[in-house]
């Protein structure tokens, strides 16, 4: 009787945990173990939930809010980093365990694993988000050059009356000179608004990415900065614009050039591609230790406009980052201020119609 139960518990596809009134773990199936990360249950019966599943910024564990209001909850969701490292997104419903004096015994727990949902809500959410930016933005940039021609043409009428004033002219000069600028601000602005369209083609990521570095290794000699670069056997060809990735990768390459400032005299680049068969999912992984990001600005690098350099425009990571979209794939980053920054990129195999 008790292996059959166990036999039915350990087919459910929801994760299923018991704890007794202390938060102790009495049972815990096997889809339960595998969400946690946990081989098998030797590893955590006995232990306190609160430490396989700890409480944390407006995170907190569900079993321990059951026992300590006295009542069941439903559906909550709980992010954890489980055993393996791996992050992942709970939905956690629990039901009260009572005597028959309606006291509480323990409770349990089922769980699902949210995790892909979560991550195709989080994909969708951006790609909302960037649409609605590339409207203001494209609107900004509308009405910014409006008023602009209509400017630009009454300095031309006070240059042509002003003929032979050359203090007068020297200034308007210069106005038009900002003009100008203002212009080329608008039409940055406008190239970005637009989402990229892709034609997608089957091309070979490695050659793509080999070229790139050849072609800015120039610059990074100029500069002391060494590049390497390294490919797994196995990357096959990708489905995707061969003209926009090549966009993605010349600027993280530059920006990756751009963040030495002189002092380190083992200024490296290294750029790494993988494919895992599994998942079909191309890695693409840019280092340098170079300067690094603050975390503040970390917050900021994809935010059109958004620069710390003399003459940047700053659309660099928001473009790369809108045609990585358009490709439905991710972009992350890990940097450490003196340490250097690593950008990964992932790209999912598409089909080959795109
Ligand atoms: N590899 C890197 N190391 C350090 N900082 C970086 C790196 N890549 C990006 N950044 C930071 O992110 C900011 C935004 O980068 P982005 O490429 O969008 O614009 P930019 O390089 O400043 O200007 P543009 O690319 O338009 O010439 C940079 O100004 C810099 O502060
Ligand atoms: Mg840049």
Redesign the pocket.
């Given at each position: 009787m008790d292996s059959l139960y166990q036999t039915i518990i350990n087919s459910l596809s929801s994760g299923m945990i018991t704890v007794d009134s202390e938060g102790i773990i009495i049972s815990a199936n096997n889809p339960a173990l595998v969400i946690l990360g946990y081989n098998s249950d030797n590893e955590i019966l006995g232990k306190s939930i609160r430490d396989v599943m700890p409480d944390s910024n407006g995170n907190i564990n569900p079993f321990m809010e059951s026992i300590e209001k006295k009542t069941a909850l439903k559906r909550r969701e709980y992010a954890l980093k489980n055993k393996k490292g791996d992050k992942t997104y709970l939905g956690i419903t629990t039901s009260l365990i009572e005597n028959s004096n309606y006291e509480v015994q323990g409770v349990v727990g089922l769980m699902t694993d949210l995790t892909k949902i979560k991550t195709m809500q989080d994909k969708l959410k951006q790609k909302e988000n960037l649409a609605i930016l590339g409207e203001m933005t494209a609107v900004m940039a509308h009405e910014i050059k409006n008023p602009l021609t209509g400017i630009k043409f009454g300095i031309e009428y006070l240059k042509s009356i002003l003929k032979g004033n050359d203090d007068a002219i020297e200034s308007i000069e210069l106005i038009l000179k900002e003009i100008n600028q203002l212009e080329r601000i608008a039409k940055d602005m406008t190239n970005f608004a637009r989402m990229p369209q892709i034609n997608v083609e089957s091309f070979d990521l490695v050659d793509l990415i080999e070229g790139k570095i050849k072609i800015h290794k120039p610059e990074a000699d100029a500069k002391g900065v060494k590049m390497e670069f390294t490919a797994d056997k196995n990357v096959p060809n990708y489905n995707g614009d061969p003209y926009l990735l090549g966009e993605v990768f010349n600027?993280?390459i530059?920006?990756?050039i751009?963040?030495f400032d002189g002092d380190n005299d083992d200024k490296k680049i290294e750029v790494e591609i993988r494919y895992d068969e599994n998942n079909s999912l191309f890695t693409v992984r840019?280092r340098?230790n170079?300067?690094?990001?603050s975390e503040d600005?970390q917050k900021k690098?994809?935010i059109p406009f958004?620069?710390?350099?003399r003459?940047?425009?700053?659309?660099?990571?928001?473009?790369?980052q809108r045609i990585i979209i358009a490709h439905n794939g991710a972009i992350k980053l890990n940097?450490t201020v003196g340490k250097?920054?690593e950008?990964i990129v992932e790209l999912p195999l598409l089909s080959g119609e795109g």
């Open positions: 600027n993280l530059i920006n990756s751009e963040a840019v340098d170079g300067i690094g990001i600005n690098i994809f958004f620069t710390t350099k003459g940047g425009t700053g659309l660099g990571l928001p473009t790369v940097s250097g920054t950008f």
